[in-house]
Nanobody
Framework: QVHLVEAGRGSVQAGGSLRHSCTGS????????IGWIRQAPGKAREFVSA????????NYANSVKGRFTISRDNAKTIVYLQMNGLNPEDTAVYYC????????????????WGQGTQVTVSS
């Protein structure tokens, strides 16, 4: 199995930026696509972004496209989520997770999850 650990600051004013990282361990880490999924209180889990195992294919939810950038460094087994132009609507707990289906936006296809990090965007 794969173990994922997230890190990153979680408080920012509207219009600001944050960067989160997801560090994986496990022999097969580089064979997985990695996604970022968020969940706001009282809301279902929502796909944010994903990157395939090569780092060459990415996917973004329409709500974050143009503002967020996903990248990965397989040598360091780290996936990053750069979040720019943050809005209060982006407030949620953010998780990284391993994908069983490439860069799918279907959150049920994500198997192994990080611990989650609260992001709060104030206006």
């Amino acid at each position: 199995q794969v173990h994922l650990v997230e890190a990153g600051r979680g408080s920012v004013q509207a219009g600001g930026s944050l960067r989160h990282s997801c560090t994986g361990s496990g022999v097969f880490f580089t064979t997985y696509g990695i996604g970022w999924i968020r969940q706001a209180p009282g809301k279902a889990r929502e796909f944010v972004s994903a990157i395939d195992w090569t780092g060459g294919v990415t996917n973004y939810a329409n709500s974050v496209k143009g503002r967020f950038t996903i990248s990965r460094d397989n040598a360091k087994t780290i996936v990053y989520l750069q979040m720019n132009g943050l809005n209060p609507e982006d407030t949620a707990v953010y998780y990284c997770a391993t994908s069983t289906l490439g860069v799918t936006q279907d959150v049920v296809r994500y198997a192994y999850w990080g611990q989650g990090t609260q992001v709060t965007v104030s206006s």
